[in-house]
């Protein structure tokens, strides 16, 4: 079993880990000290986190290298979003199942459209249709991944209190 514990302090293991921990903790205190001063709520930080992923995906996969480097920058400091709203959440006493669950998903689709991104941006520069049927692939596999569709349909009976009582079918 590994050990997946950050140490941001760890700086001969994993220098790159502490420097980014460093710049989001500053910039995310920042952002939060402003922030708790406005009507801006932290669900709604948090879709500036999943829109920015989505932002960057669509701009690495543009063929422009000004544009790649944006991109590049939106994905290193887009984390900062993500590390404000559970914090502006407990300061303006927002916090709630769904933020939790909207910050998941805000990271899964910065996830998906980082690799897409990726790949298109591999395939502008290599013209190798490889890459094509790489996101074509990951993509599908996303779409077909029977535990995420088990945990959305889960949530959604939870929340429509139309839970299945028999759980029996779990353990097949």
Not at 73 to 98: E, Q
Not at 121 to 142: A, E, G, H, Q, R
């Amino acid at each position: 079993l590994i050990n997946m514990d950050a140490d941001i302090d760890d700086w001969k293991y994993s220098p790159y880990n502490c420097i980014k921990a460093r710049i989001y903790i500053e910039l995310s205190s920042l952002l939060v000290f402003v922030l708790q001063f406005t009507r801006i709520l932290p669900n709604q930080v948090t879709l500036v986190y999943a829109i920015s992923g989505l932002l960057g995906g669509v701009l690495l996969s543009l063929n422009n290298d000004k544009l790649v480097i944006i991109a590049c920058l939106i994905f290193f400091f887009k984390g900062t979003f993500d590390w404000s709203d559970g914090l502006l959440a407990r300061i303006k006493n927002k916090t709630s199942s769904f933020g939790h669950i909207l910050d998941a998903w805000g990271s899964n689709v910065g996830y998906i459209f980082f690799v897409s991104g990726l790949s298109i941006y591999c395939f502008n520069i290599t013209n190798n249709s490889i890459y094509i049927l790489i996101v074509i692939f990951f993509l599908i596999v996303k779409t077909i991944d029977f535990k995420n569709y088990l945990y959305q349909q889960s949530f959604y009976e939870i929340l429509n209190n139309t839970q299945n009582k028999d759980t029996n079918f779990l353990k097949e």
